[in-house]
């Protein structure tokens, strides 16, 4: 597995990303965890990570998972052309269920595991490839999902990895201080958890996961 996972963005290692997709080239963004915004407030999230990736030398595009509601093989068709994802904060719980009403959690755990495609995220693009998703409530509102996605809560991850990632941890971007309040449910509940600051990232390569 080829996992690049941050707080915010690439936070001070954007080499790392570089050295883990190879030469640049076709990124799909996915800005799910965004569709609970306004429309202007989602494209300029967008048009801010495919300048910030096209900067870099890759070739991105927009993956809108609302294109692909109920439609899971045209999902895999699609996200066959490209050999990295690239997953933008937001909502961690708009994100989980755009990707279970599209089909693309199964297709991109399946491609990660096999080594096909690169998995980078940050924030909840990072929270959302863990097992569960419980905790991530005191960071994001999961009363978002239903008016956003018309569906139900998820609370499960993606699976990715056997630990809880914590973001923003020290930063001036957890304003509720929903780190500390993260932390406490995980050492509570006995749940495996890595924080990370908005420097930090976890880079896999294989198997074992660095904490940088």
């Known amino acids: 597995m080829k996992m690049f996972l941050a707080s915010y963005r690439f936070g001070d290692h954007v080499e790392k990303f570089l050295a883990l997709t190879g030469t ?20 300029s999230a967008v048009t801010t990570e495919v300048r910030d990736l096209r900067a870099l030398g890759f070739d991105p595009y927009e ?15 699609e996200l066959d ?19 279970r009403r599209s089909g693309a959690d ?23 490839v863990s097992t569960t998703l419980r905790g991530i409530e005191a960071a994001d509102d999961p009363d978002e999902v239903l008016p956003a996605t ?10 990715l990895i056997d630990f809880a990632i914590v973001p923003h941890f020290g930063s001036i971007l957890d304003d509720n201080g929903s ?4 932390v406490s449910q995980y050492q509570r509940e ?15 390569d294989g198997e074992l996961p660095i904490l940088l």
Not at 150 to 159: I, K, M, Y
Not at 179 to 182: E, L, Q, R, Y
């Open 179 to 182: 780190g500390p309040k993260m």
């Open 24 to 43: 640049p080239g076709r990124v799909a963004v996915i800005a799910s965890a965004a569709d609970g915004w306004p429309s202007a407030a989602r494209q």
């Open 106 to 128: 199964f297709a991109i755990a399946r491609r990660v595991r096999e080594g096909t495609l690169t998995y980078g995220g940050y924030s909840a693009g990072a929270c959302v």
């Open 150 to 159: 018309g569906t139900e809560v998820v609370w499960n991850g993606l699976g």
């Open 63 to 77: 993956l809108d998972l609302r294109s692909f509601i109920d439609r899971p093989e045209q999902l895999a068709k």
């Open 81 to 99: 052309r490209y050999g990295t994802v690239w997953v933008r904060g937001g909502n961690t719980f708009v994100l989980r269920a755009q990707l």
């Open 190 to 204: 006995n749940i495996p958890y890595r924080t990370l600051t908005d420097e930090q990232v976890v880079v896999i």
